[in-house]
């Protein structure tokens, strides 16, 4: 406690160097160190490293380190969820490369590969299949570096984007979908006509263009009102 009543900290190192008959301790040596500029600066890296992971968390991303040296894999709580798994599952890259839908397993395994050899950066999207058989899209940002005792890791973040893409899956559905009967709409229509044409003129294979319509239809809406005209669309 200083004269100004803050505290200081400082590092104490002492060894006894001389004991008597009764093996007290009667002489110490010792140093003192003044360390409080550099306690102050480790306060503040772990402030911000639960301000980082409360973030994180907040927004659904887990996060991860991966030794290249050791293969040891760490990892946090929140990817554990995101992947589904209990307590007691273990986790690994090859655990990670199970869990990446079949269809993104080989990207997966590309990604890594030049992470683990050269890639400095990555920045992915894959589908995993969690532990309940949930299919979900989780991109993946990714950075090599090197740890404090010089050893190349992979550290990175994931988080869930499943609700953007289905979003946006909904979004482009409606766009080129009639609401009421589901049926592609006119947008979507001539998008199809082209390819098939662009097809036709590719593979010269021939196709036929069908079309309906519902006489009398305006009378049904008319006497019966337009909710039995949609029931019977």
């Avoid at 007290?24 to 503040?44: P, S, Y």
Wanted: glycine share 10%; aromatic share 6%; charged share 30%.
């Amino acid at each position: 406690l200083e004269g100004n009543g803050l505290f200081r900290w400082f590092q104490w190192h002492a060894r006894v160097f001389r004991r008597d008959a009764n093996n007290v301790a009667t002489q110490v040596i010792g140093a003192v160190a003044d360390i409080h500029d550099r306690r102050l600066a480790e306060d503040r890296r772990l402030r911000e490293a639960g301000r980082v992971a409360l973030a994180l968390r907040a927004g659904g991303a887990g996060s991860f380190e991966l030794d290249l040296n050791s293969g040891l894999f760490d990892y946090d709580e929140t990817l554990r969820d995101l992947l589904g798994l209990g307590q007691d599952d273990g986790i690994g890259l090859d655990l990670m490369a199970a869990r990446v839908h079949p269809d993104d397993r080989l990207c997966f395994r590309d990604d890594m590969r030049q992470l683990w050899q050269q890639a400095r950066h990555l920045d992915r999207e894959w589908r995993v299949i969690d532990a309940q058989g949930t299919v979900r899209h989780l991109r993946i940002l990714a950075q090599r570096i090197h740890s404090a005792h010089g050893n190349p890791v992979v550290v990175g973040t994931l988080w869930d984007v499943t609700g953007a893409r289905e979003m946006e899956h909904e979004l482009h559905h409606q766009a080129r979908h009639d609401a009421l009967t589901g049926l592609a709409n006119r947008l979507e229509f001539e998008a199809q006509l082209a390819a098939i044409r662009e097809g036709a003129q590719r593979d010269g294979r021939q196709h036929a263009v069908g079309f309906i319509d519902l006489d009398r239809f305006k009378i049904l809406n008319d006497t019966a009102g337009h909710h039995a005209g949609d029931a019977l669309l």
